[in-house]
């Protein structure tokens, strides 16, 4: 009598035991998005989030619905938006689609989660304007050294910078970013100056004669003061 061999059954796996590909391919077909950010955010973690965004089975433009959901907090967005799981490339692409405001983007930015590196990278290579990245800079939600850092990092180009900051409103924040770890500088006795001087504070004593020579030259200071 032949013997008859009865596997033990399958366990089902659970949603968490799912791999980030298998995810993106039910998230993609899921149509409520309010749903999948509230998922993102209450259930998954940082890291398989991060792996889900980047997988090539989520398309950017579903990425960036979820991504834009008010259920996904800016805290959780930013954890994942520069997380080592998701590239540069595909955090550039649900940044380009993204609908969330700017002042969201100011915060995300500004989270300690989110590098001077990967903002600096994400300007470069968006295909958003100039000036949606001047909005973000000058808004209140970004602070003056991250925009510094981002601005000043190597992964964005000096010509972007200077496009940027050209449509940036002259304010104190503009002054304060261009001003940011400058030195102050004390005029104790004539001199002259020529080229970009920045300076944090710069103080001309009583009586002695700061002679600016050359064009161009240009001071940029958070404040002058003269005794």
Not at 141 to 147: H, I, M, T, W
Request: glycine share 4%; hydrophobic share 45%.
């Amino acid at each position: 009598m032949p013997i008859v061999v009865i596997p033990p059954p399958v366990k089902p796996r659970t949603v968490l035991e799912l791999t980030a590909d298998e995810l993106a391919e039910i998230f993609e077909k899921v149509a409520d998005v309010d749903y999948l950010a509230l998922f993102t955010e209450n259930v998954l973690s940082i890291a398989l989030a991060a792996s889900l965004f980047n997988s090539t089975k989520l398309s950017i433009a579903k990425a960036a619905l979820i991504f834009n959901n008010a259920n996904l907090s800016i805290s959780k967005a930013a954890a994942i938006f520069d997380h080592a799981n998701l590239s540069n490339s595909r955090a550039t692409g649900i940044f380009n689609n993204s609908t969330r405001p700017t002042a969201d983007w100011a915060s995300i930015f500004d989270n300690p989660n989110v590098t001077a590196a990967r903002g600096a990278y994400v300007f470069q290579n968006t295909t958003r304007t100039d000036s949606d990245l001047a909005a973000i800079i000058e808004h209140a939600n970004l602070s003056v050294s991250k925009a510094h850092g981002i601005l000043t990092h190597a992964n964005l180009s000096a010509d972007r910078a200077q496009s940027i900051l050209y449509l940036v409103s002259i304010s104190t924040k503009l002054v304060d970013i261009l001003t940011y770890g400058a030195p102050d500088h004390t005029v104790s006795a004539a001199e002259t100056i020529t080229g970009v001087n920045r300076y944090g504070t710069l103080t001309v004593e009583s009586g002695i004669t700061l002679t600016v020579d050359g064009q161009p030259v240009a001071i940029i200071a958070n404040s002058i003061v003269n005794n």
